[in-house]
């Protein structure tokens, strides 16, 4: 798989087989929905989720091409801000929708509409969409197959002794979210982030705390993140790959580090081929 799946795939059949889609629940809530020219029976799901700048859009259009190679069911869910105030932390119940909730509502509205394989996922995030899709993973593990975070602001480190979302100690607030480590250590996952991503923005979540815990940019919270799980994981018995790689050449940009980065190749190779340690360094 080159990084330009674009080359090899008319425009045409993208603009054709990409639509946006409201849930039969409520048409407030949409998605972006891709299907394969193969045919969507029995195909994996790749999610990909946005950022807060909700370029829901965006994702689906630049994950497309790779979506048609793979011959998989792309969704790119979209969280308004005025309905999921709290998406990157799974919500807050009374504080909006529940997107975890929305995402399974979804992925099941898909599933019985295309007849696609919905029962394990393929998760991608970038920036708030990467904090979304680790949690999810750590809350909801048997939902995912493998998972890559990107250039998540700050993480839910794998602390039974601190509380959700910094750890995860449970909540009263998020009624029905529990974790399970042996579980959700067991799910593959890997961070990517730009190596110029290594400054502290006013979007980044710069809390004492969070400094603290996680390092001063996203591109040491990355590092860290991995290590913990690394640990955490072989504290329990596993061997779970988590893995990192620095993107050349990239700040805090999607649309740079889809096309300067080559990302969203790197990313199918690592869902798709779990056999290439693509993300390892």
Known sequence: ???????????????????????????????????????????????????ITRNAEDHAR??????????????A???PAGLFPRYQRLGRDGRGERPDRVLDEIVAEVGAMTGAKTDKLYLFGYSGGGQFVHRYTM???????????????????????????????????LPGVTFDPKAFLNVPGAVVVGERDAKADKALNQSARITLQQGGDRLERG???????RQAALDVGLHTPYLLHVLPDCGHSFQRCMVRAGMGALIFKSLFDPVSNVLGL
């Open 223 to 229: 590092r860290r993140w991995v290590r913990s799980m």
């Open 62 to 75: 630049r994950f497309a091409p790779h979506a048609e190679e793979q011959g998989v069911v792309l969704i």
């Open 1 to 51: 798989m080159t990084n330009d799946a674009n080359a090899r795939v008319e425009p045409s059949m993208l603009e054709e087989n990409l639509r946006i889609r409201r849930l039969a629940r409520d048409p407030r809530l949409m998605y972006y929905l891709y299907l394969p020219s193969r045919g969507a029976a029995g195909a994996p799901v790749f999610v990909t989720v946005h950022g």
């Open 77 to 79: 869910p979209l969280f």
């Open 139 to 173: 809350a909801y593990p048997h939902r995912v197959m493998r998972y890559v975070v990107g250039a998540a602001g700050w993480y839910t480190f794998p602390d039974p002794d601190t509380r959700f979302p910094r750890g995860i100690k449970p909540r009263d607030d």
